[in-house]
């Protein structure tokens, strides 16, 4: 089973728990579109949907689904969204697309964070994969030299700007032991607007595809 079909089981697997008849929040990147897809196919009604960026937007309006914004929705019942690393106490790494910010907010905003990931993604210490962290872009030299402070290796991610206008950072050879306390450090520095370190509100349930079938975490 390639990795494709794995984003497709997971995806098919979170459509099960979708909540009838409300705002539904949706995240980025090529496992979501997965969802996406499956929504429209298997002509899964919803009121709205709340985005995390405009590419997701974009695929949920080509088929029909209204995209609302979180300050008219309100709290959101439910958040769907993959992620780049997972730990077994559901922290995630997230932004390997860029959409760190607007996910952190709905998550935020959200009673239940469902991560739907591949075995893959699966790791007992974050940090394999580079963090990433979005800042402003005139803050940029400045944090990448604070990030060098705490044992990181930033590089710019040449030529991606966010959603948001800013640049992304991604963090290389870091060994993450204390997620939540390297969150805190690295929110703290001036000019970053969000790190992808989901760790103070990690997901609630996470569900990992692999060969064997998906298992919840
Ligand atoms: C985007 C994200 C994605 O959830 C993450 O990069 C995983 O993407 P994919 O499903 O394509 O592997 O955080 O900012």
Redesign the pocket.
Same mark, same amino acid.
């Given at each position: 089973m390639n990795q494709e079909q794995l984003?497709h089981q997971v995806a098919a697997a979170a459509l099960q728990l979708i909540p009838p008849d409300e705002v539904l929040g949706v995240?980025? &990147? =090529?496992?979501?579109?997965a969802l996406i897809d499956l929504l429209h196919q298997q002509r899964i009604p919803l009121p709205a949907c709340v985005s =995390? =960026?405009q590419a997701t937007s974009k695929r949920l309006q080509d088929y029909g689904y209204e995209v609302v914004d979180l300050n008219s929705s309100g709290p959101l019942n439910m958040y769907i +969204? &993959? $992620? +780049?690393e997972c730990d077994p106490y559901r922290r995630l790494i %997230?932004? &390997?697309? &860029? $959409?760190?910010t607007r996910?952190k907010i709905i998550a935020a905003a959200s009673r239940r964070f469902v991560c /739907? /990931?591949d075995v893959s %993604?699966q790791v007992d210490i974050l940090g394999a994969f580079p963090l990433?962290v979005e800042v402003i872009p005139m803050a940029r030299s400045h944090i990448a030299r604070e990030l060098v402070k705490l044992g990181g290796e930033p590089v710019w991610r040449d030529g991606f700007v966010t959603d948001n206008g800013n640049w992304i950072l991604d963090v290389h050879r870091l060994s993450i032991v204390d997620p939540v306390g390297l969150e805190r450090q690295i929110n703290q520095l001036t000019g970053v607007v969000t790190v992808?370190l989901f760790a103070a509100r990690a997901a609630d349930t996470v569900l990992i595809a692999s060969p064997d079938g998906v298992v919840e975490l």
């Open positions: 984003k995240g980025t &990147g =090529s496992t979501v579109n =995390s =960026s +969204d &993959g $992620a +780049d %997230k932004g &390997g697309g &860029g $959409a760190l996910e /739907i /990931i %993604k990433p992808g």
